[in-house]
Nanobody, 116 residues
Framework: QVQLVESGGGLVQPGGSLRLSCVVS????????IDWYRQGPNKERELVGW???????TDAGSVKGRVTISRADTINTVYLQMNNLTPEDTAVYYC??????????WGQGTQVTVSS
C-alpha cells in the first residue's frame, strides 16, 4: 500500500512560518527517502529537500537555510518547517518517496499561499 498524504498548507502572511506534514504508509516509512518538492504558479517543480530513513536531512534550492525537515517515527510522519516566508514561497508542496534519487510515488500536495 502506497500512502503519501500532505497537509498543513494554507494562507500565511509574509515573514510568517508554517509546518507541513506528510503521513507516509508504514511499509514505506523506514525504507524510502522522503523528498519535499514544490511547484509555484507558472514555475517548474523545485526540490526543497529530503530526509532519509536514517533521519539525515538536506535542504536545497532557494529555501536553503529557511527550512527544517524532520520526522516522527511513532506516527510515520515527515515534517517541513518553513520560516520567514515570502510570496515567492507560494506553491503546491509535495512529499514524494524515492529510493533511487528520483521520486517513485507522489501525494496530492498541499497549497501554501503567502500573501498579506
Amino acid at each position: 500500500q502506497v500512502q503519501l498524504v500532505e497537509s498543513g498548507g494554507g494562507l500565511v502572511q509574509p515573514g510568517g512560518s508554517l509546518r507541513l506534514s506528510c503521513v507516509v504508509s508504514e511499509n514505506m516509512f523506514n525504507i524510502y527517502t522522503i523528498d519535499w518538492y514544490r511547484q509555484g504558479p507558472n514555475k517548474e517543480r523545485e526540490l526543497v529537500g529530503w530526509i532519509t530513513p536514517q533521519g539525515r536531512t538536506t535542504d536545497a534550492g532557494s529555501v536553503k537555510g529557511r527550512v527544517t525537515i524532520s520526522r516522527a517515527d511513532t506516527i510515520n510522519t515527515v515534517y517541513l518547517q518553513m520560516n520567514n516566508l515570502t510570496p515567492e514561497d507560494t506553491a503546491v508542496y509535495y512529499c514524494p518517496a524515492q529510493r533511487s534519487g528520483f521520486p517513485d510515488y507522489w501525494g496530492q500536495g498541499t497549497q501554501v499561499t503567502v500573501s498579506s
